[in-house]
């Protein structure tokens, strides 16, 4: 579908010419339905502003209208969403229990800096959130040899964690690498196949969303030279065999199977760079996909409820 570049306050997206630009009166937000960021500030600021978006569940063909709202408050920047995304979802997916709205408010520190070590990501926390309302939460709570593999794993010091984004890790996620938690939350696990241009861009990728420690996330694509290309991760494969647990090669079914190497490619340890002066995470194809830890102090708001 031919594309067209419409800018509503601070903040650039691509539409799809054939989708209208203004939402359903009762929502009064911008329509963002199936829209592709391009803005490049790393201020949260910028991106203030109400948006809508008409999607749809395509396996239960129901529809759904998302909802989304930037704001800044103080030394801080809000996004409140109902968690529903902002282009159709699970036309792939074996999500066990169907999306539920939900009512999440995320705090962004709007000067972020860089904490005297890296802060582990943990289960208790989520990890970020897209500017689409959406949030990324990595970590899976299934590791080998506890109970069914897909829950209830909540030693983050327990061997074996599965990857969700890994091929055989059997997640459900659909073809936004996204699922729905057992409270019907739409989550991320990495990349969203949305946000931005994933395939011929004319420009390095935009920040898709930041980072509970403040930091912007940026797209797969960077500036090298006179060129764009992937990012690429520090992260490599073990080599051999697993010593024990589920036996068998390194694949990066688990989080367990890769080994970070300093200048082994363009990111640090957390899978950020700095790119035009500016810090920020970066997708990419590889582990650990976003982000591997926080350069920053996440924030508060990012704790997850308990239920």
Not at 6 to 34: E, K, Y
Not at 37 to 42: P, V
Not at 199 to 228: K, Q, W
Request: net charge negative; aromatic share 10%.
């Amino acid at each position: 579908m031919p594309q067209t570049q419409t800018r509503f306050a601070r903040l650039a997206w691509f539409v799809p010419a054939a989708l209208s630009l203004s939402a359903p009166a009762a929502f009064a937000h911008q329509d963002i339905t199936d829209a592709l960021l391009t803005e490049r500030s790393a201020n949260c600021a910028d991106y203030a502003e109400t948006y809508s978006a008409q999607v749809r569940d395509v396996q239960a063909a129901k529809p759904f209208v998302a909802s989304v709202a930037i704001s800044v408050v103080g030394e801080h920047c809000e996004i409140a969403s109902n968690a529903v995304p902002n282009h159709d979802f699970n036309a792939t997916g074996r999500f066990v229990t169907p999306l539920t709205e939900q009512d999440q408010t995320y705090r962004i520190p709007a000067r972020p800096s860089a904490a005297p070590s890296p802060t582990a990501l943990s289960l208790r926390s989520d990890n970020a959130v897209f500017l689409n309302g959406v949030k990324l939460d990595l970590m899976a709570a299934g590791c080998f040899g506890v109970r069914d593999g897909k829950i209830g794993c909540n030693d983050m010091s327990a061997p074996y964690r599965y990857d969700p984004m890994a091929p055989g890790a059997g997640f459900g996620a659909d073809e936004h690498n996204a699922h729905n938690q057992p409270d019907g939350t739409y989550h991320y696990h990495g990349n969203p196949m949305a946000l931005f241009a994933q395939d011929n861009p004319t420009a390095p990728s935009p920040v898709i969303g930041f980072a509970a420690d403040g930091f912007p996330i940026f797209g797969s694509y960077i500036a090298d030279g006179g060129r764009l290309r992937k990012a690429t991760t520090s992260y490599r494969l073990k080599s051999g065999t697993r010593p024990g647990g589920p036996g068998g090669s390194y694949d990066g079914t688990f989080v367990d199977d890769w080994v970070y190497v300093e200048g082994l490619g363009d990111l640090d340890r957390c899978n950020g760079m700095v790119q035009d002066g500016v810090y920020g995470y970066v997708v990419t194809e590889d582990y650990p996909h976003v982000m591997a830890c926080f350069t920053g102090t996440p924030d508060a708001s990012f704790q997850k409820r308990r239920p």
